[in-house]
């Protein structure tokens, strides 16, 4: 688990994942959802 360093250094969006790289930079990504399910052949 994280500790928070700096309260509210970052702004935020929905759908990003934040982390600290091995430099010690902020970096952002994109969060993977979930595929949709496969329609069943008949």
């Known amino acids: 688990m994280g500790r928070i360093l700096v309260k509210g250094a970052v702004k935020r969006e929905k759908g990003f994942m934040y982390y600290v ?4 930079n902020v970096c952002e990504a994109k969060m993977a959802r979930g595929g949709k399910k496969k329609k069943s052949k008949k």
Not at 21 to 24: E, F, I, K, R, V
Request: proline share 0%.
């Open 21 to 24: 790289d091995g430099q010690g």
